[in-house]
C-alpha cells in the first residue's frame, strides 16, 4: 500500500508561483512512476504533468508545457510539481498519483493507469 500526502496549494495571483509537493510512502519510490493530475467544478479529472520511475522522461499537458515542471527527489520520496505563469484556468483541486512499476523508463499519461492517488490539494488563481 502507498499512501501520498500533497502540500504547497493555495491562493495566488494569475501570473503567480507556487510548487506543490507530493510525499509518498514506503521505500520503493524510486521504482514508481508518477504523475500530476486535476479537477476543476464540474470538469473531468485531468492529466497535467506525469515523470517516469527513472526520472527521465517526462511528458506534460499541452495547456500547461511551459510553465510547468515536474521533477522528483527519490531520496525524499517526493516529486514536485514547480507551476509558473499561473492562469485563472489552472485552478483546480490537484492530485499526485503512483504507479509502482517495472517499466523505470515509461510515463503513464492515462488516470486508470494508476494505482494509488493522494486525498488532493486545492490551487485557486485569481484574475
Known amino acids: 500500500q502507498v499512501q501520498l500526502v500533497e502540500s504547497g496549494g493555495g491562493l495566488v495571483q494569475a501570473g503567480g508561483s507556487l510548487r506543490l509537493s507530493c510525499v509518498a510512502s514506503g521505500r520503493t519510490f524510486s521504482s514508481y512512476a508518477m504523475g500530476w493530475f486535476r479537477q476543476a467544478p464540474g470538469k473531468e479529472r485531468e492529466f497535467v504533468a506525469a515523470?517516469?520511475?527513472?526520472?527521465?522522461?517526462?511528458r506534460y499537458a499541452d495547456s500547461v508545457k511551459g510553465r510547468f515542471t515536474i521533477s522528483r527527489d527519490n531520496a525524499k520520496n517526493t516529486v514536485y510539481l514547480q507551476m509558473n505563469s499561473l492562469k485563472p484556468d489552472d485552478s483546480a483541486v490537484y492530485y499526485c498519483?503512483?504507479?509502482?512499476?517495472?517499466?523505470?523508463?515509461?510515463?503513464?499519461?492515462?488516470?486508470?493507469?494508476?494505482?494509488?492517488w493522494g486525498q488532493g490539494t486545492q490551487v485557486t488563481v485569481s484574475s
Open positions: 498519483a503512483a504507479n509502482p512499476t517495472r517499466n523505470s523508463g515509461t510515463v503513464y499519461v492515462k488516470a486508470p493507469s494508476y494505482n494509488y
Open positions: 515523470t517516469s520511475a527513472s526520472g527521465s522522461n517526462t
